[in-house]
């Protein structure tokens, strides 16, 4: 079946840049998806790839996929406190023969004055 | 604005009590979902429906039911056969032909049995 794993934690510094890291198992994905998550609060999309792009750039985030691997990471250059949340990867399924997400378990990360 | 509400933000429930935890949306989305999120877990499915009158289970339904009598609503209930119904519970939607744009969220309803 399908299955999405990430790291639980990160912590870095003002300043620094982030990368937060996923591998999926689903080798018929068709899209992947980064999203926030702030506490008490609903998941945010933040970017998102097309499973036949290698990489998408969209201001301070850096999107890399590496299919061979089945491995997805997610730059943050710059990272700021705001930047502290839970980043959830996702990839689309289509095992069911219904397109659905499914989520990893988060990687929440803490950015640090 | 378009967007997805869920109502209400947080809910009590004793035990042994049924509750109905709202979703609702106007961005005219076909499909709709219910995910519970515990702490470590990530997202697990409860339901799903891609069009009106018709809806099925996802990973974890046991104790859960739904209905979907309106495209722009999608209530869930959480029963008394659900043992462990502390969560926080979301609601998402999408058009289905357009799934590259992802998931709409609400903002969640924390649900904690007293």
């Known amino acids: 079946g399908e299955d999405v794993e990430q790291s639980l934690f990160l912590s870095v510094r003002e300043g620094d840049s982030s990368v937060i890291n996923c591998t999926y198992t689903?080798?018929?994905?068709?899209?992947l998806y980064w999203y926030k998550q702030e506490p008490g609060a609903g998941l945010q999309l933040l970017t998102y790839?097309?499973?036949?792009?290698d990489m998408k750039q969209d201001q301070r985030l850096t999107v890399l996929l590496n299919k061979k691997d089945k491995h997805l990471s997610l730059r943050i250059a710059d990272t700021q406190t705001g930047d502290s949340a839970i980043y959830f990867c996702?990839?689309?399924?289509?095992?069911?023969?219904?397109?659905?997400?499914?989520f990893g378990t988060g990687t929440r990360l803490l950015v640090s004055p | 604005d378009g967007g997805i509400t869920q109502s209400p933000k947080y809910l009590f429930r004793k035990e042994g009590q049924n509750v109905t935890l709202s979703c609702e949306q106007n961005?005219?989305?076909?499909?709709m979902y219910w995910y519970r999120q515990d702490p470590g877990q990530g997202l697990r499915l409860i339901y799903y429906?891609?069009?009106?009158?018709?809806?099925q289970k996802g990973d974890i339904a046991e104790g859960y039911s739904v209905s979907r009598e309106k495209k722009e609503s999608f209530p869930l209930t959480v029963t008394s056969a659900q043992k462990n119904p502390t969560a926080f519970y979301l609601c998402?939607?999408?058009?289905?032909?357009?799934?590259?744009?992802?998931?709409?969220f609400g903002s969640g309803t924390r649900l904690t049995v007293v």
């Open positions: 998402a939607s999408t058009l289905i032909k357009s799934l590259g744009y992802g998931y709409t």
């Open positions: 689903d080798s018929s994905s068709t899209y």
């Open positions: 790839i097309f499973s036949n792009m």
């Open positions: 996702a990839e689309t399924s289509s095992n069911t023969g219904f397109q659905k997400l499914v």
């Open positions: 961005l005219n989305h076909d499909a």
């Open positions: 429906s891609q069009i009106v009158n018709d809806f």
